[in-house]
């Protein structure tokens, strides 16, 4: 089944259509299997070697625990039963999260590949200059929906902040993204959901405008200093109800010449309502940006600030700073206060319990 | 020699004594020295091009632009525009990492290279202040002079801290490593494309290995690269240090840590061959001005 929407542009003529199929209907086993040698998939993370895994580690158990049972541990020590147990619902448990994810990503897949849209299970190193990106010292995506249409590029995906041997993991929750090319490089400009931020804003610089309206309630606008009469140029309040209708925790943000568009990291593109969403709206925004950047100048700026080959002044580049995630102030805060606690109650703990009685 | 039931294994003293008196421990000793002892005699490894093509012409010249990234991972003979060293494993991998496996593929890579030359604006402007700074001194800026004037210009106090000291800590540890006769105190880094532009003459000869293009193609590519990049260097100091920085600066994305220099600066040795008389290296033989 086809479906479609026209775009305005009269050169766009010809309707940008959609084959959201693939997406309605469940993917099989070979259809699953396909998709893992297509996509070049590890042997290790492969279907039925995860489940060959699960399964040995579960005869493992049983077996332990029909051993320790002829031996008379288990009812001395019934504790080895429940581990026994907690180990085996875990890998079941673990399996289940993982077939389900590869079932859903397989489905994505056959979507990208049906409609010509280039495809990759897992990206790293992508480099990526929108600020939530930036922070994360390595990050990789999964199930990465690239189209080169000229009408309509863009690409999707789902970003997970990941630790390494030397590093741990900075601490930004996963999220969804739709990456789109703008014409022309601009100020960089955040468009930061109150209610569910996903950029972290705290500690950058800039201006922090408050919009007009219901707006204010939901979206504040971080622009450079000096930018602010550009940045409302952009960002008309009709764009903003288009990303209002996204869902309560969507943010964008333009930096250098492309725009992102943040979702909760739930957010589920193989979903044939929300892909069919998500499509409409990559498709209005490259052609409202494509407007509203393509004849960008940074009039501002001289020379110095804005060397040849360069289109922004250098305090219009970056808003300043790195910004740092509320979450991970929360789980420092947490930490110091426990750990205080702890330490207070080591000292004085033993006479703050005689006295108690 | 004191038997061992006489060392007293509180006594440090008893220990060493029974130590001094075990042959074994000469040998030891002995072995770690001379070992150390032929390393620091031994002459550093002499630069080894191809005998099927010149080193000393125009080809080689434009060629030797891409050194740094030629005889680093996988490495071949700098001059030979066939990379024909490459074995297929050495192919595969290129393939897969650079993502050329067809012609078309292999040019958008070179042109990538060529015009974007993994540039960040705001690395380039603070850059082109620094150059701008020292047109105007005479002399190469101090790191408060640079740091002022980057946040004059409009950028953030900490990230313009950040990067000045990323910056000259990468070009001081060149400078150390490679040496202050070859990159001397009046060489500073003012452009980081050195990295992307030497991966370009790479990538054009790895792509005559690969089957995309014959050797006169591959020439008039490096050509134009040199073309287009050299007149932005003084020197090959300055062209090499780019390449250097740039690197570190990309892979690291300018958060320079303990260990950033030792993963990714580690083109320092090969700098310093190129750049040596004494071990073949071409950058000291050829005239970093093409006529």
Known sequence: MNEGHRSAEPRNAEPIRVDLSPLRTSPGMRALLGYERAADIPLRRRFFVVLTGVLLLTAAIVVALWWLGTIGMLTRVPLLGVFGVFYGVLGAVGFVWYAVGLSRRTRLAMFAWTNGWAYADLLTGTRRPGSAFARMRRSIERGVVASDDERIPFELGVAHSVGSRDQSATVQRPFAFIELPLPAKVPHMVLRNRRRSIVPTLGLGGARMDLEGHFASTFQLLVPEGYQRDALYIFTPDLMVRILDLGSGAELELVEDRAYVYLPGSTRFDRPDVMQRTVQLAEELHRRFAVRTGAYRDESTGPIERPEGVAIGLGGQRLGGQGVSLLAVAGVSAAMILSAGVTAFALFGGAMLRSGG | ?291
Request: charged share 25%.
């Open chain 2, 1 to 291: 020699m004191l038997p061992s039931a006489r060392v007293d294994l509180n006594d440090l003293g008893s220990i060493v004594d029974w130590l001094i008196g075990q042959w074994w421990v000469w040998v030891i000793l002995g072995v770690v020295v001379l070992f150390f002892l032929v390393i620091w005699i031994m002459p550093a490894a002499k630069v080894k091009p191809s005998e099927a093509y010149s080193t000393d012409d125009r080809d080689a010249n434009e060629i030797a632009l891409g050194f740094l990234q030629i005889v680093n991972q996988p490495s071949v003979p700098w001059n030979d525009p066939t990379a024909s060293a490459l074995s297929e494993s050495d192919k595969k991998r290129l393939v897969d990492m650079w993502g050329v496996a067809t012609r078309d593929e292999w040019l958008a890579g070179i042109e990538r290279l060529v015009s974007g030359r993994r540039r960040r604006d705001v690395w380039v402007t603070c850059l082109a202040i620094r150059a701008e700074l020292a047109g105007r001194l005479g002399r190469v800026p101090k790191t408060k002079e640079w740091t002022a004037a980057i946040i004059e210009a409009g950028g953030d106090k900490r990230d313009a801290r950040s990067f000045v000291a990323a910056i000259e800590g990468v070009e001081a540890q060149v400078r150390k490593l490679v040496g202050k006769d070859i990159v001397t105190p009046d060489v500073y880094v003012r452009s980081l494309d050195g990295y992307a532009l030497g991966q370009a003459v790479a990538l054009a000869t790895w792509g005559v290995a690969l089957g995309h293009a014959e050797v006169p193609e591959a020439r008039a590519i490096i050509h134009r690269i040199n073309e287009e990049g050299r007149p932005a260097f003084s020197s090959w100091a300055d062209f090499g240090l780019s390449y250097i920085t740039g690197r570190v600066m990309h892979w690291s994305d300018g958060v320079i840590g303990e260990k950033t220099f030792d993963k990714f600066g580690d083109g320092w040795s090969e700098f310093k061959a190129a750049a040596t008389a004494k071990r073949n290296g071409p950058w000291a033989s050829l005239p970093w001005r093409i006529g």
